[in-house]
Protein backbone atom coordinates (compact mmCIF):
# COMPACT_ATOMS: atom_id res chain seq x y z
CA UNK A 1 0.00 0.00 0.00
CA UNK A 2 1.14 3.27 -0.78
CA UNK A 3 0.65 5.87 1.91
CA UNK A 4 0.15 9.93 0.88
CA UNK A 5 3.64 11.46 0.21
CA UNK A 6 2.35 14.13 2.77
CA UNK A 7 1.37 12.40 5.85
CA UNK A 8 0.39 14.62 8.88
CA UNK A 9 1.91 13.94 12.24
CA UNK A 10 -1.68 13.13 13.59
CA UNK A 11 -4.31 12.06 11.70
CA UNK A 12 -8.60 11.97 12.97
CA UNK A 13 -10.25 9.00 13.48
CA UNK A 14 -12.09 8.81 10.17
CA UNK A 15 -8.50 9.52 8.81
CA UNK A 16 -6.98 6.49 10.48
CA UNK A 17 -9.51 4.09 9.55
CA UNK A 18 -9.67 5.14 5.53
CA UNK A 19 -6.00 4.55 6.04
CA UNK A 20 -6.38 0.74 7.54
CA UNK A 21 -10.25 0.06 5.64
CA UNK A 22 -12.31 -0.31 8.35
CA UNK A 23 -15.29 1.84 10.30
CA UNK A 24 -14.03 4.20 12.37
CA UNK A 25 -16.68 2.73 14.85
CA UNK A 26 -14.33 -0.03 15.01
CA UNK A 27 -11.44 1.76 16.38
CA UNK A 28 -13.32 3.58 18.52
CA UNK A 29 -14.87 0.62 19.84
CA UNK A 30 -11.36 -0.85 20.48
CA UNK A 31 -9.94 2.52 22.16
CA UNK A 32 -13.31 2.27 24.21
CA UNK A 33 -12.56 -0.86 25.59
CA UNK A 34 -9.10 -1.55 26.06
CA UNK A 35 -7.78 2.28 25.56
CA UNK A 36 -5.91 1.00 22.33
CA UNK A 37 -6.21 0.50 19.01
CA UNK A 38 -3.64 -2.46 17.82
CA UNK A 39 -1.28 -0.22 20.07
CA UNK A 40 -2.07 3.15 18.54
CA UNK A 41 -2.52 5.17 21.89
CA UNK A 42 -4.23 8.14 20.65
CA UNK A 43 -4.38 11.82 22.11
CA UNK A 44 -7.85 13.00 23.31
CA UNK A 45 -8.56 16.64 22.76
CA UNK A 46 -10.94 18.99 25.17
CA UNK A 47 -13.38 18.31 22.40
CA UNK A 48 -13.38 14.86 23.01
CA UNK A 49 -11.53 14.44 19.63
CA UNK A 50 -8.94 11.50 19.75
CA UNK A 51 -5.63 12.19 17.07
CA UNK A 52 -3.21 9.05 16.49
CA UNK A 53 -0.22 9.20 15.88
CA UNK A 54 0.56 9.01 12.15
CA UNK A 55 4.33 7.63 12.37
CA UNK A 56 3.28 4.78 14.26
CA UNK A 57 -0.02 4.18 11.59
CA UNK A 58 2.49 4.12 9.32
CA UNK A 59 5.12 1.32 10.76
CA UNK A 60 2.39 -0.50 11.71
CA UNK A 61 1.02 -0.50 7.85
CA UNK A 62 4.27 -1.50 6.96
CA UNK A 63 3.91 -4.22 9.47
CA UNK A 64 6.61 -3.39 12.25
CA UNK A 65 5.60 -3.09 15.75
CA UNK A 66 3.24 0.21 17.02
Known amino acids: MQ ?3 TLPARLSTEQLAA ?3 VRPES ?7 LGH ?3 L ?6 N ?6 ADA ?3 LLRGEAA
Not at 41 to 46: A, D, F, N, R, V
Request: glycine content about 4%; proline content about 13%; hydrophobic content about 45%.
Open 41 to 46: KPIKLP
Open 27 to 33: IRAGYCR
Open 3 to 5: LPA
Open 19 to 21: LFH
Open 57 to 59: AER
Open 48 to 53: RMLLWP
Open 37 to 39: WNN
